[in-house]
């Protein structure tokens, strides 16, 4: 962008951002987090919250969340209680983006060391200080993330977690949305130490407008699993940052469900900054309407020498839904023996839904290995009719085909009861819509 | 049982006849073949019966045990009884073979308001089927016709119809691809299939499929008719004269 265009575009979103931060109260705090908080805020300043102008919100329409209020966003019960409710796990609950202690498991498990974001904030030595705004800072480049910065500075809850051992079960983050005006913010901590290995799993809405910030710190030979359904609130809207950095040999594994909402964005920062490390994000996602709106936005950073990274995305849309992917894989020089791979693909069950893909590669090394593909198809009407001639009626039909074309997005999920979890609750979903 | 009449079809997208008046009675019990050279609408007539998009009929009627199958969906006409075993069975990625065949029974079961086969029957069902057409576990867990070869993909259509128990059988060309042992055993599989409730129409270019599945009746269609009709001894003569000589019969 020419330096004209771009001090003009500066200039109209200045009004608009100092529009937000008025209705805004930065939560009290000295000390490290209070330093954290007011970088963020500058930063946020400096950038301007994001406008259509912006290279990288072409696609997505971002009015709904910069603006201070948050839209009015109905509640939904589904009437089913929401997933992974009868898995052993730890488990933690939030009405509208604030812990609820009282419907929430103790804060308490062998192999991490679990706390409430103010209660470490609230400590003048804290492990946190190392990574909280840090990692969200340094995937600030060469892209900017205006509404994590926003996060940074702002939120007020989140949990804070340190995996010294392994675990015997996961962390479920459960979200519930019971105010239809709800404007929730919340930043997770995450530092995986070495040899280390975790599972995170995150369920529900959260609330009318939701932006969720997850700073990952992956330590050499840790691993890090990551699974997330983002509810079935019709008319939420979300905006999530995932910043993750890796070490060597450690693993990052993340995937993401999305049925429903008007708007999702799902932002994904990936450094991989050790030998030998693997990075997996996935994604499937379901969207039904014209108002259904949801992207991916994915940025993978190779940095050290023979690591694997793979985005696979695949999103099913109708009846005018629209899809958006923007992936990149930037490998750094010196970044050789680098395996990376992206595929997005949508299904698009009619004329009017739209996927929007711009997958991107930035390659420096000169020994890699990096793959891109994107598609976007008609559901294959041969296997539907041979479907049909053996007495499965359209719909269900249809629904097999869907679950069939996600199936390798959710074979990204490590853990096969889970994923069967996923694939069981989503074939409900599908048999219940068309029903 | 299945009754043909008079069945005119040309194509959606272009002005083409393929069926020129078909008249063709299946009897419950009996085995029909119908052979012809290629291009005389063989296939055609298996897409019409099972009710795949792209054609027009213009003019005719088939009906199943009364029934008019021309109004019905796919769907509908499997639920009524009628089975296509296609010629090229289709691969389907990411949907396992016998979540496929579970879910096309208890659909077909739905549809003619019983009961669902719990999964433990399903499993012990299948199992029993599966070994008479040597179909091995691994086949079934795989997804629908993927990385199968081409004798698998006809054993497996064989299996569909084991297990959905079809009134009317629409074979075409299962010989296809075949090798002389692949044949024996889909041809096995049919003949265990034969009962008196049950009718198949057997498509095939080649008597060789015929020595193994005898039919009752043998007729040759040509140009979109049937020009010939006969009993097992047709496809010998067709075997032995090739077409040409009916066709100079018939013309």
Redesign the interface.
Known sequence: MPAVAKQKLAELKRGATEDRLEAMTLPEGAGWAGDARGAALARVRDMGLPHPRDEYWKFTRPETLTRAEAPKASLFDGGEPHLFHDRDRLHLVFRDGVLDTSASDALALDGIEIERLSDAMAKDIHWARDVYGVLEANGQHPVQRPLAALNTAYASDGVVIRVTGKPAKPVCLTYLHEDETSDAILHHLIRVEEGAEMTLLETGPAAARFNKVMEVDVADTATFHHVRAQGRDHERRCVTGTFARLGTQSTFKSFTMTVNGVLTRNECVIELTGDDAVAHVAGACVGDGDDFHHDDTVFVTHDAVNCESRQVFKKVLRNGATGVFQGKILVKDGAQKTDGYQISQSLLLDDDSQFLAKPELEIYADDVACSHGSTSGAIDETALFYLRSRGVPEAQATDLMVLAFLAEALQEIEDESIAEEMVERLSGWLERRAA | MLEINNLHVKLEEEDKQILKGVDLTVEAGKVHAIMGPNGSGKSTLSYIL????GYEVTDGSISLEGEDVLEL???E???LGV??A?QY???????GNM??LR???N??RK?KGEDEMSAADFLKLIREKAKDLKIDADMLKR??NVGFSGGEKKRNEIL?MAV?EPKMCILDETDSGLDVDAMKLVADGVNALRSEGRGFLVITHYQRLLDHIVPDVVHIMADGRIVKTGGPELALEVEKNGYADIMAEVA
Do not use: H, K, N
């Open positions: 099972s009710g795949r998009d969906e796919p769907e006409r499997a639920a089975f296509l296609f069975p289709v691969e389907i990625p990411g949907v979540t496929f879910t096309a029974l659909a077909q549809a997804p629908v569909q959905l």
